[in-house]
């Protein structure tokens, strides 16, 4: 019976039960909307930062020095790749910020930092497509650096997100793939027991859209979540799947979430054209989107259902 019981649950809460089902977790702390609000702007600063850019590797020089300043105590490493791309040979710099090892069960919060190619006399900010996320995770690892954390949470900040024209095996995605089959490889996958991903959660008019390929448990937990601290309006249902960065970890067995509105401006019509600018994102969207990250990485700890 005992047993019975035991699997079941881990059938149900995905694979944290055997490390934590009794365990006390204290209370998930809050992120700062005006933080969060300030590095999104910084971050937009950089300018366009398409894959293999100037503007991404000031970026990605950005994002360091940030979690360095945000987090001093946590190692904070760069995976720098080339890949042959659909333009040619392309240099990528995912970044990636943890406590300790990569030996130990953890959770995956990232986000990606590129922004969507477009030629020099087209602007386009990325403001929600890009540095929400950026500023999320940043945000997030700031008010969880000095806490008794219930699991060991890794970040990663992926590069090469965007595709140029399709998604393909040589076109978008390539941080997160490079780091899936990178863990893969060197048995640190076996770790990651979820991947909650942040993208463009800054819309003013915040409607996070979980999409069916989501994992059903953190669905659960996502939304019991929100209707405990009264955000259940900002989340609600995308009608097919998103192809987005937490693929490729979906694709290895990997639980994961992706937090994304999808919904950006009257049919869309912010995504993905000039109109992604920081006047259409609230440090308060962010901060509803991190706040849920945070409690859902303390609901998958506990075990609670
Ligand atoms: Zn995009």
């Given at each position: 019976m005992v047993y019975r019981c035991g699997f079941f649950l881990a059938l149900l809460l995905g694979l944290f039960c055997n490390v934590s089902c009794t365990r006390h977790v204290g209370k998930a702390p809050e992120t700062d909307a005006v933080l969060m609000s300030k590095?999104?702007?910084?971050?937009?600063?950089?300018?366009?930062?398409?894959?293999?850019?100037d503007g991404a590797e000031k970026a990605a020089l950005w994002i360091q020095q940030k979690c360095r300043e945000l987090s001093p105590a946590w190692n904070v490493t760069v995976q720098e790749f080339e890949e042959q791309t659909v333009t040619g040979n392309v240099k990528f710099r995912n970044i990636l910020v943890h406590k300790g090892t990569l030996n130990q069960d953890f959770v995956l919060l990232a986000a990606h930092y590129d922004t969507k190619f477009f030629p020099p006399e087209i602007p386009f900010a990325g403001a929600n497509d890009g540095a929400s996320g950026v500023a999320a995770l940043l945000g997030i690892l700031h008010a969880v650096k000095d806490k008794d954390l219930p699991v060991n949470i890794v970040f990663a900040f992926f590069d090469g997100e965007e595709a140029r024209y399709d998604y393909n095996e040589k076109d978008g995605l390539h941080g997160s793939r490079y780091l899936a089959e990178t863990w893969k490889k060197n048995g640190t996958l076996?770790?990651?027991?979820?991947?909650?991903?942040?993208?463009?959660?800054?819309?003013?008019?915040?409607?996070?859209?979980?999409?069916?390929?989501?994992?059903?448990?953190?669905?659960?937990?996502l939304l019991q979540a929100a209707d405990q601290m009264n955000l259940r309006k900002y989340v609600g249902d995308y009608p097919?799947?998103?192809?987005?960065?937490?693929?490729?970890?979906?694709n290895n067995g990997i639980p994961c979430i992706d937090l994304?509105?999808?919904?950006?401006?009257?049919?869309?019509?912010?995504?993905?054209?000039?109109?992604?600018?920081?006047?259409?994102?609230?440090?308060?969207?962010?901060?509803?989107?991190?706040?849920?990250?945070?409690?859902?990485?303390?609901?998958?700890?506990?075990?609670?259902?």
């Open positions: 590095l999104a702007e910084e971050h937009v600063k950089t300018g366009p930062r398409y894959a293999g850019s076996k770790h990651c027991k979820a991947m909650i991903l942040l993208d463009m959660i800054g819309d003013k008019n915040l409607n996070i859209t979980l999409s069916q390929d989501t994992a059903r448990n953190m669905r659960h937990l097919g799947n998103i192809l987005d960065d937490h693929v490729p970890f979906q994304i509105d999808f919904q950006y401006g009257p049919e869309n019509s912010y995504w993905h054209t000039s109109e992604d600018t920081l006047d259409k994102i609230s440090g308060e969207s962010m901060k509803i989107a991190a706040d849920l990250a945070i409690n859902l990485i303390w609901k998958l700890a506990a075990g609670v259902l």
